[in-house]
């Protein structure tokens, strides 16, 4: 994992997932949490998942499903922030670290359909 930014990027955001979690329950909500940490730890399990795939067409799926992950994760935390279980500076920095996520996994699935 040394050399792969995607895979440590989305290890240390789902570190993160998990302490937004915890941070939640404390705050008493359940559903939407359980959601958020579903979806965001789900995004390093795939980029995990893509390092050994079958085929490029196996890597594309996984690191497209990463993607879906990540941005399902994005709307949890919209939602959360709405609903005022995030705070401002919380929510802004999950919020770009999911947005670069979401870069990257973009790029890497547009060069990688590009390069087939």
């Not at 399990?45 to 050994?52: D, P, S």
């Not at 939602?79 to 790029?107: F, N, P, Q, R, T």
């Given at each position: 994992m040394k050399d792969n930014q995607i895979a440590l990027k989305t290890h240390a955001?789902?570190?993160?997932m998990v302490?937004?979690?915890q941070y939640l329950l404390?705050?008493?909500e359940y559903n939407m949490s359980n959601?958020?940490?579903r979806s965001g730890t789900?995004?390093?399990?795939?980029?995990k998942?893509?390092?050994?795939?079958?085929?490029?067409?196996?890597?594309?799926?996984?690191?497209?499903?990463a993607l879906k992950e990540a941005n399902e994760t994005r709307y949890w935390l919209d939602l959360l922030h709405?609903?005022?279980?995030?705070?401002?500076d919380i929510y802004m920095s999950l919020d770009k670290d999911i947005k670069e996520i979401i870069?990257?996994?973009?790029?890497?699935?547009?060069?990688?359909?590009?390069?087939q």
């Amino acid at each position: 994992m040394k050399d792969n930014q995607i895979a440590l990027k989305t290890h240390a955001f789902a570190r993160r997932m998990v302490k937004a979690y915890q941070y939640l329950l404390e705050k008493k909500e359940y559903n939407m949490s359980n959601q958020l940490v579903r979806s965001g730890t789900s995004v390093g399990a795939m980029v995990k998942e893509a390092e050994f795939a079958q085929s490029k067409a196996d890597f594309i799926n996984k690191m497209s499903i990463a993607l879906k992950e990540a941005n399902e994760t994005r709307y949890w935390l919209d939602l959360l922030h709405y609903g005022d279980y995030l705070e401002d500076d919380i929510y802004m920095s999950l919020d770009k670290d999911i947005k670069e996520i979401i870069s990257i996994l973009v790029a890497i699935v547009k060069s990688t359909k590009d390069n087939q």
